[in-house]
């Protein structure tokens, strides 16, 4: 959640910290033509990063996927993270990273000799509401008709616009989308199934976007004596499903109570997103 751009907070821009409203970026730069770059976001609780080394992990392999080298080891982009949330004297909140393959003529190959553009910015952001914990949220089933690399934190989002679009258009929260008949993810999100007190989650591919809290919340299962499986989950499991539930760094886990119109098991968070709430709740206090 990103409030009114504040032209005075400090973000990072090839090496150097500036103003937001100065830093500036060509139009050539294959970012802003091509969507040629990738992303990632990590949040923050009371000014300390949570799962930094998963993002950052992740970060790599989506530069490595699109042969982007940026010459920063990982500590170099703990000290970018860290000094940016310091710099903003925030509480909770999340920094944004994006690099794009740089400046170059516009031609769709790769340049030789560009430099890649790399951007951090510092935003404030709410942890989910008591209403959303409690009472849930709505989606509605789409079909996910996004490109086959999902796996890739590209900042090419066109297809996750549209898919959260339909949402908005229906008056809900969130989709969940379906490939094939089988489950992918929503449009910013991971889904997750239970069913007769399993936890299930689409396996790890290239047909979605693992989140840093698809291992969390495999740690939380094992802890709370969960079962867990990832495996391919039908359309129909989802339909009939005991809970359903979605995750991401700032929705952080919350129950999804209502799908398609018709209420998700009783209609009400279930007893496993219960428990694996609470295990989220304990880790962020924890730091």
């Known amino acids: 959640m990103i409030p009114d751009v504040d032209g005075n907070s400090v973000v990072y821009l090839n090496g150097d910290y500036v103003r937001l409203e100065d830093a500036k970026i060509s139009v050539l730069d294959r970012g802003f033509i091509f969507g040629d770059g990738i992303y990632d976001v990590v949040p923050a609780y009371n000014g300390k990063p949570f799962r930094m080394d998963g993002h950052l992990a992740r970060l790599e392999r989506s530069l490595a996927a699109i042969d982007i080298k940026v010459g920063l080891g990982r500590s170099d982009w703990e000290q970018i993270v860290q000094n940016l949330i310091e710099r903003s004297n925030l509480g909770d909140c999340m920094v944004y990273i994006q690099v794009t393959r740089g400046v170059a003529k516009r031609d769709h190959g790769f ?3 560009a430099t890649p553009t790399v951007f951090c910015m510092v935003s404030p952001f709410a942890r989910p509401s008591g209403a959303a914990r409690e ?15 999902c796996e890739i934190k590209s900042i090419s989002l066109l297809g996750n616009v549209l898919a959260k679009q339909q949402a908005v258009e229906a008056g809900v929260d969130e989709v969940v989308q379906f490939r094939d008949g089988h489950l992918s993810e929503g449009a910013s999100c991971n889904i ?11 396996p790890r591919s290239n047909l979605i976007l693992e989140g840093i809290r698809y291992g969390l919340l495999e740690e939380l299962a094992a802890d709370a004596g969960i079962q867990f499986n990832a495996r391919p989950i039908t359309q129909q499991e989802v339909e009939s499903a005991d809970e359903l539930m979605l995750s991401s760094a700032t929705k952080e886990i919350l129950p999804i109570t209502s799908y398609n119109g018709k209420p998700v098991g009783t209609g009400k968070p279930g007893n496993i997103y219960s428990l694996l709430r609470a295990g989220y709740d304990k880790a962020i206090a924890a730091l």
């Open 111 to 113: 340049p030789k000799n």
């Open 135 to 149: 009472q849930g949220l709505s989606v509605v089933g789409i079909p996910d008709v996004r490109w086959l690399r």
């Open 192 to 202: 997750w199934v239970v069913k007769d007190g399993v936890l299930l989650a689409p």
